[in-house]
């Protein structure tokens, strides 16, 4: 059972979606449990069931109780809201995914934690449960019907243009509006910026384009795979993340790639061609972003790409391990006085 409470699909939330339906096509009963209403229940395969819970009053109480009559051996929170209410589960396994970072008061009463990068793991406070670090995949979409024309075309502009594009919820941490006035100030004539998503500084980023018809906020988009093959550049802005499914995804894509150095970021590009620059500095991300577009402009468009290393980030092998993290959890509840390895669980489980 996988809890997630969230309106709109991100990264969290697409992660969770990912996981469930992969455990599903695996022959495993999977659930998961978030807001009524919620866009995540139209984003599941079919054999997934959604339980939505119409308002937050006694939303623990609720999920324990749901876990109990489902008779849930796992129950998976992504997110802090989620993570605090898997907590009060008593008689599953409880998990939780340190899609942003550990926070005491949202993950230390669970019985596992997954970190989604090496810096959460080695940072993490003594804990009873267990804590592995698994790290993301860019996730399988749903095919949709998309319009065939490509991006620059959908959007009236010249086939010499640069598109540099960022890609996340509208919200403070991401740093948009820093790259706002990082694109106004020092990006050159012929770039436009696209802003793809939606959430609360939608009004406030217009403001900060100032009419400047170079910025384009697109808003929610389904077609992320034609988008980002239609983009020079991915940037990043963001003040934190732990592991960005859309860095990964413009990864897996090709795209060249500029992020501030958060946590996540510095761990997926070490040894790779996308280039880090310091978290919240509007100067060095403008000068970058000129550098990278100079850069690009030389090179005809069949060669802006860049190659990556992402064998790490496969996500059949991640599925995979998350189950064996699931099995290790469950039996370290049940004998908690062992300290268990791999071999050990895997004869156990399969007793």
Not at 164 to 193: E, N, S
Not at 235 to 264: D, I, K, N, Y
Request: proline share 5%; aromatic share 4%.
């Amino acid at each position: 059972m996988h809890v997630v409470f969230s309106s709109r699909v991100a990264g969290g939330e697409r992660h969770c979606i990912d996981l469930a339906n992969a455990q599903a096509a695996l022959g495993h009963q999977v659930h998961v449990v978030g807001k009524a209403g919620s866009a995540v229940a139209r984003e599941l395969a079919p054999g997934v069931r959604f339980h939505g819970l119409a308002g937050p009053l006694l939303r623990g109480w609720r999920v324990a109780r749901l876990a109990r009559r489902l008779g849930a051996t796992v129950c998976h929170g992504h997110l802090g809201p989620a993570c605090r209410a898997v907590a009060q589960v008593d008689q599953a396994a409880r998990i939780g995914t340190l899609h942003v970072g550990f926070k005491a008061h949202q993950h230390a009463a669970l019985d596992g934690l997954v970190c989604v990068n090496r810096a959460q793991h080695e940072g993490l406070p003594a804990l009873d449960g267990l804590a592995t670090v698994i790290h993301n995949w860019a996730p399988e979409r749903q095919a949709r019907p998309t319009p065939a024309a490509d991006l620059r075309a959908e959007l009236g502009l010249g086939a010499n243009r640069l598109l540099v594009g960022c890609i996340g919820r509208l919200h403070p941490t991401k740093g948009m509006d820093l790259l706002v006035r990082a694109f106004l100030q020092y990006a050159p004539a012929d770039a436009v910026l696209l802003l793809v998503g939606e959430g609360p500084e939608a009004a406030r980023l217009q403001r900060l384009a100032g009419g400047d018809a170079r910025v384009r906020l697109l808003g929610f988009r389904h077609d992320m795979d034609r988008v980002l093959a239609g983009l020079d550049l991915v940037v990043s802005a963001s003040h934190e993340e732990a592991f960005p499914l859309v860095l990964l995804e413009a990864m897996r894509a090709g795209r060249a790639v500029l992020s501030t150095a958060t946590q996540g970021p510095r761990e997926m590009l070490a040894g790779q061609p996308g280039r880090l620059v310091p978290v919240g500095d509007v100067a060095a991300l403008g000068t970058a972003l000129a550098e990278e577009l100079t850069r690009l402009r030389a090179l005809p468009p069949g060669a802006r790409g860049a190659s990556y290393q992402t064998a790490a980030y496969d996500r059949g092998h991640a599925v995979a391990r998350t189950l064996t993290f699931y099995r290790d959890v469950l039996l370290h509840r049940t004998r908690p006085q062992l300290a268990l390895d791999e071999d050990e669980v895997l004869a156990g489980w399969q007793a």
